[in-house]
């Protein structure tokens, strides 16, 4: 009789032979790879950061590299074998490269990777991937500061939105990045040095219209929700840094009111009125189309601010956004941008929930003019703090999201045509986390 075969102690139903046969025949179907990158958490969100040149020249061959490297490669929506975290905020590219564009130094291209699909969508931009990108052109020697600066501005062209964005980070005294510091920002248990991030004439990044649809609010229907009556909300469909959709939560199906954002029923509520505005801002064809296309346009439930426990209100609006069909743990920088711009425009539906208008605190500019900007990456800073044209006003606007408080400052300017949103500017906090190579599979 033949001897039986031998049997590996930890695998008690697979032969050693078999077990060979299966190596050798993955060896010659896969190749591994190996890909630099910096892993970064930037703001709220974490991701990778990636030099354009080492990524293929195309745009549509990204997507089997990074889907490998961040686990998402076989609809895992664990992310195991990769580096992702299993989160929308977690699953996140930064590619970045020298810029030919006159006056700016680096482009930056966002890359949302699904999670538990075999997908990434590069529609739309990332406001906290951004506030890592300046780091990590000063850190990569992309931008060069002159000797003796304390802080410079790095110009940035996102390529999602072809909307720049200026950032004003700080230099220690031997011209390297000041990564410590004692800010923190809501969302982000531990400190780091601010980083002023500023969105340049943010409206209309993907439709080329502030509102897309025309009005400034307005009533939309839907439908198609077991359970539910057709219903109406009251929204804003609005184009500023990325389309969102605001909704006024006091509009919404009573049966949601109030209850859990991470609830199924509150979840396809805010997808059903996700897809409707997607279709009406001229984003999608069809609700089915909008489903396919989770990144953009955006979605918050937006409501007037509750006291705290003093009955101080702090706030001049409160939000809940959604992020990839789940609701955000805090709030999208992008989206405190959005939100910020359209609390300080009259007839919108955040104007109208915000806690003091038409008191809120408004400082008109003495007019200034932006000098041209050098492209040759390494100067002073200063850019950020200047209106663009014209006499400003300056609004700064509270808003409440689900881990705390976030502060933007809006510069617009009224004219006869209408308001125009001269930018936004916010503060994050961002550090380099891990540098080497990503080894994969293909």
Known sequence: MAAAAAVSPLLPNLTTAAMTATA????LRRTRMSLPAVLMRAGTSKGLFIH???LPPLEEDWEGPLLAAMGS??????QLDGLGGATSVTSKVAVVAPSNRPGID??????????????????????????????????????????GVQSVDVR?????????????????????LEEDGNCVIPGVKGPGAPIKVAFVEPAGSMTGKMFPSGRRSESIYVEGIEGLSPFRVDVTLVDIANPFIFVDARTLPLLVQGGDPGSELNIEVAEAIRQRGAVIMGLAASNEAAFLQRGTPKLAIVSRPTPDVSGKVL????????????????LQLTGGVCLASTVCIDGTVPYRLAKSHPNLAEEVLTPARTPSPTNDNSYDSGVGNM???G???????????????????VWKAIDSKGVNIERCIGIRTARRLFEGNVLYYI
Do not use: W
Request: charged content about 20%; hydrophobic content about 35%; some cysteine.
């Open 24 to 27: 050798g025949s993955h060896a």
């Open 52 to 54: 354009r040149a080492h």
């Open 73 to 78: 490669r076989y609809n895992d929506a664990r």
């Open 106 to 147: 680096v482009d930056y291209t966002f890359v949302q990777v699904a999670v538990g699909q075999d997908k990434i969508d590069l529609t739309g931009n990332c406001g906290n991937m951004v506030s890592g990108v300046g780091p990590f052109a000063v850190q990569e020697k992309l931008v060069i500061p002159r000797p």
């Open 156 to 176: 940035i062209f996102n390529t999602n939105t072809s909307r720049v964005i200026v950032e004003t980070i700080l230099i220690d005294q031997h011209g390297e």
């Open 315 to 330: 706030a001049d609006i409160q939000v809940q956004a959604y992020s990839m069909g789940k609701p955000h743990p805090s």
């Open 387 to 389: 209106p663009l044209h």
């Open 391 to 409: 006499s400003d006003i300056k609004q700064t606007v509270g808003l409440m999201h689900p881990r705390g408080f976030m502060q933007m400052e």
